[in-house]
């Protein structure tokens, strides 16, 4: 059921701040501004590193994890879409854990890579939505999103989830590890909790402004995306969503690799939608942005108030989002580009929640 909403995708979105606060539930103690104890099979405070495989937007949630993981936790991760992590045999150590990352929990090349590592003697992590999933039930550890049923075919509320999840076990992994004090943790639990109203009152604030965005992004043919540290990952998201739904081509770059080959592009003819809130790496992207203004490109410039005061630069259209802390500015800024997709797909009248050739579960190599 769409409930008032006109495809499953929309209403998922706008589900996002319910569905997430209901998941951050069973890995966060609201009232101690704790992250609960983990009593899984994994023990974070004793692995010696993570692998971490998946697919499409689930290897995308992963690589965010990963820059969790290794700054929180101290723990280095070795991170690969799962068609290749299969292949690569990769030398793994019983000391390690690994985590796989699915929605469905029964995509092929996934589930290859976790017997891959079962096989070598690490203990299995499952980040999965579907509990009853195959490659839940071979884990050793199963870390539910609680996401709820996904019926659009791209990825939006699992990938908050997923990142919500992540997110906490990182913190978690922090504590365990000695690597995160209990100030920090405490800190970082409370931006959690409160990340829900945030994305509910963006995804109102907002959805005027990409609601007309989306009807002259929709004039282009190639788009850019630009991210650096977990904007980046999120850059890729925002290119994947855009091309699954919109059909038009999008590619998602770390803002430090513009100069190395992508700039060549660059014209009044594709769009460069930089992702950068005003964190630490804010006036290097802005750097990069120049280069893009500089060649008479055109910018759609996704960052916060800070961020947006900060730039002089003449862009085509600037999100400006809330000014939040960085451990939730993936989840908060992954609502522009998921809308954005969203609207121009529905502009350009495809199919948005069945987009052509995909399938929702990829049960085959
Ligand atoms: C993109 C999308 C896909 C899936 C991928 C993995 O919007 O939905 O890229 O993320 O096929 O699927 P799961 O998570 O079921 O393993």
């Known amino acids: 059921?769409?409930?008032?909403?006109?495809?499953?995708?929309?209403?998922?979105?706008?589900?996002q701040?319910?569905?997430?606060?209901?998941?951050?539930?069973?890995?966060?103690?609201?009232?101690?501004?704790?992250?609960?104890?983990?009593?899984?099979?994994?023990?974070?405070?004793?692995?010696?590193?993570?692998?971490?495989?998946?697919?499409?937007?689930?290897?995308?949630?992963?690589l965010i994890g990963k820059y969790w993981f290794e700054r929180y936790a101290r723990l280095p991760v070795e991170i690969d879409v799962a068609s290749e992590f299969r292949y690569r045999e990769l030398p793994l150590s019983p000391s390690q854990a690994a985590l796989f990352i699915s929605q469905s929990g029964e995509t092929a090349d996934t589930l290859a890579s976790l017997r891959y590592c079962k096989d070598l003697g690490l203990k299995i992590g499952a980040v999965v939505n579907v509990r009853e999933s195959t490659i839940a039930r071979e884990a050793d550890?199963?870390?539910?999103?609680?996401?709820?049923?996904?019926?659009?075919?791209a990825s939006t509320?699992?990938?908050?989830?997923?990142?919500?999840?992540?997110?906490?076990?990182?913190?978690?992994?922090?504590?365990?590890?000695?690597?995160?004090?209990?100030?920090?943790?405490?800190?970082?639990?409370k931006h959690l909790a409160e990340m829900p109203r945030i994305m509910s009152r963006v995804l109102n604030d907002i959805q005027p402004e990409i609601e007309g965005l989306s009807r002259e992004l929709s004039r282009f043919k190639d788009?850019?995306?630009?991210?650096?540290?977990?904007?980046?990952?999120?850059?890729?998201?925002?290119?994947?969503?855009?091309?699954?739904?919109?059909?038009?081509?999008?590619e998602g770059y770390a803002a430090g690799e513009l100069k190395?080959?992508?700039?060549?592009?660059?014209?009044?003819n594709m769009?460069?939608?930089?992702?950068?809130?005003?964190?630490?790496?804010?006036?290097?992207?802005?750097?990069?942005?120049?280069?893009?203004?500089?060649?008479?490109?055109?910018?759609?410039?996704?960052?916060?108030?800070k961020g947006a005061a900060a730039s002089k630069l003449p862009t085509m259209a600037t999100i400006a989002l809330p000014n939040v802390d960085?451990?939730?500015?993936?989840?908060?800024?992954?609502?522009?580009?998921?809308?954005?997709?969203?609207?121009?797909?529905?502009?350009?009248?495809?199919?948005?929640?069945?987009?052509?050739?995909?399938?929702?579960s990829v049960t085959v190599e």
Do not use: W
């Not at 788009?223 to 081509?249: C, D, N, Q």
């Not at 190395?260 to 009044?268: K, M, R, S, W």
């Not at 893009?292 to 960052?303: C, L, M, S």
């Not at 800024?333 to 399938?359: E, K, W």
């Open 157 to 189: 509320k699992a990938f908050t989830c997923q990142l919500a999840v992540l997110a906490a076990l990182a913190i978690g992994a922090g504590r365990a590890r000695g690597t995160v004090n209990a100030d920090d943790e405490k800190a970082m639990v």
């Open 141 to 153: 550890a199963i870390f539910p999103i609680l996401a709820g049923p996904e019926i659009g075919v």
């Open 17 to 62: 701040p319910e569905i997430i606060s209901h998941a951050l539930g069973n890995y966060i103690d609201f009232a101690a501004h704790t992250v609960k104890k983990n009593d899984t099979a994994i023990d974070f405070g004793k692995v010696s590193g993570l692998a971490i495989a998946a697919c499409g937007t689930a290897y995308l949630s992963g």
């Open 271 to 305: 769009p460069v939608i930089v992702i950068a809130p005003h964190d630490r790496f804010f006036e290097k992207t802005v750097s990069n942005m120049q280069e893009v203004a500089a060649r008479g490109g055109r910018i759609i410039f996704i960052t916060d108030e």
């Open 1 to 15: 059921d769409k409930g008032n909403h006109r495809h499953f995708m929309e209403k998922e979105i706008y589900e």
């Open 223 to 250: 788009v850019l995306y630009l991210g650096r540290g977990t904007s980046f990952p999120l850059a890729m998201e925002g290119a994947l969503k855009l091309k699954e739904i919109s059909y038009i081509h999008a």
């Open 326 to 360: 960085e451990i939730i500015a993936p989840m908060i800024f992954s609502l522009p580009i998921q809308l954005l997709a969203y609207h121009t797909a529905v502009f350009m009248g495809t199919d948005v929640d069945q987009p052509r050739n995909l399938a929702k």
């Open 260 to 268: 190395h080959g992508p700039i060549a592009l660059i014209d009044e």
